[in-house]
């Protein structure tokens, strides 16, 4: 008898790759390729990245010229932060924004995840008319681990009013929302290829005209100046395929909505203590963050693993080691912080794995009351 393949589905941590990826870095792989030499080679490096650029900015609703490749979210969220002297955040950033600056503010979030914007306004008033111009407000689109939506909108109006600058980490967003950062009031945003189908050590820094950026790196001036060191071709080459095929189906992040709000109809049905962290508000349609039984989250994951599921518990970590969730502990849910579980779809995700997520989830909670 032979078993399943294992599902998986923790794809905020990281997507598998594409195969359009996959064979674009193929194909970048052979020949020598500095984009900035002037010999054939060089120029069909050069067309490679520029082409890629194109499919980037085609999918976060702005022109090439405003992407700025990087090694990745981390190294986009880091440069744009190394440019102002006070950053205003949240407590729910991932750490590559909460834990980088010297001069760091939080303003508060509301038990559902959404920033409380009373507090926003309140933060932005206070800060001296002279010194606005070197704050920065830095609020991500989604959450990593809950999927809830910012009400950008709103926080770019009111970043706005008070002559703020406003940063979003839309690493998670991106690719899973329509994106239209152009139209936004956003003077930076943060993208990261593998959590789209790209390959991970590839992002960009979104620079809207009128918005500066000086590289942290000095060296050869790439980039137009905002980030020297030589093009990585094959990680470039892979995300701009990546960003092609995620624009080729616009509308499966909004159809996984559905199946995902039935998959948790199924657990609040059958399991009547189960919380489902930020499900009144806007979230991603691939995120599910749920505490539904007494075992800690460590060890559901594990049973969730050896079930042959991949899910996940509070943040993933760089050292193997789960940290108790930071974003939940913020919203204020108490002991439920530590049974979290995390469950992302990602762009091969089907029905039926939301499907058999569910007998899976029901079965072991039932076993582990
Ligand atoms: N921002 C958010 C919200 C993320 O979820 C992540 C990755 O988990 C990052 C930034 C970092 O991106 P990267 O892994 O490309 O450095």
């Known amino acids: 008898m032979t078993s399943a393949p294992p599902l998986y589905l923790d794809n905020n941590a990281t997507a598998p790759l594409r195969a359009a990826a996959i064979?674009?870095?193929?194909?970048?792989?052979?020949?020598?390729?500095n984009p900035s030499s002037v010999h054939g080679f060089g120029r069909a490096a050069r067309l490679r990245v520029e082409d890629a650029r194109q499919a980037v900015a085609g999918l976060a609703g702005c022109s090439a010229s405003e992407v700025v490749f990087t090694s990745g979210g981390t190294e986009a969220n880091n440069l744009v932060l190394s440019q102002y002297a006070h950053i205003i955040t949240t407590p729910?950033?991932?750490?590559s924004v909460r834990a980088v600056h010297p001069h760091i503010s939080f303003v508060n979030v509301l038990a559902d995840g959404r920033v409380d914007c009373d507090d926003l306004k309140r933060q932005l008033d206070a800060v001296p008319v002279a010194a606005r111009r070197q704050t920065l407000l830095s609020i991500m689109?989604?959450?990593?681990?809950t999927g809830v939506l910012q009400p950008l909108d709103d926080i770019a109006e009111i970043a706005a009013r008070a002559e703020i600058t406003l940063h979003s980490d839309m690493v998670q967003a991106f690719g899973k929302t329509a994106m239209d950062f152009a139209g936004s009031g956003i003077g930076y945003a943060s993208l990261s290829a593998h959590k789209i189908g790209g390959p991970s050590g590839v992002g960009a820094l979104l620079v809207r005209?009128?918005?500066g950026l000086s590289s942290l790196l000095k060296g050869g001036g790439q980039e137009q100046g905002r980030r020297s060191g030589t093009e990585n071709l094959i990680g470039i080459a892979g995300f701009g395929?990546?960003?092609?095929?995620?624009s080729d189906d616009p509308d499966h992040y909004a159809r996984m909505a559905g199946w995902r709000d039935a998959f948790e109809t199924q657990i609040t049905c059958n399991l009547p203590a189960a919380q489902i962290f930020g499900q009144s508000v806007r979230r991603l349609g691939n995120t599910s963050?749920?505490?539904?039984g007494p075992k800690a989250a460590e060890t559901m994951v594990m049973a969730f693993d050896i079930a042959g599921v991949a899910v996940s518990a509070g943040a993933a970590c760089s050292s193997g080691k789960v940290q108790r969730s930071h974003v939940l502990d913020a919203m204020g849910v108490g002991d439920a912080a530590a049974h979290a579980i995390r469950v992302s779809g990602g762009w091969a995700t089907k029905q039926?794995?939301?499907?058999?997520?569910a007998d899976v989830f029901l079965r072991l909670y039932k076993q582990n009351a």
């Open 23 to 33: 064979a674009a870095m193929q194909d970048a792989m052979g020949p020598p390729a």
């Open 92 to 95: 729910i950033e991932h750490d």
């Open 141 to 145: 689109a989604a959450n990593n681990e």
């Open 209 to 211: 005209p009128g918005f």
């Open 241 to 246: 395929a990546a960003a092609k095929a995620a």
């Open 289 to 292: 963050c749920i505490a539904a």
């Open 352 to 357: 039926a794995d939301f499907e058999t997520l």
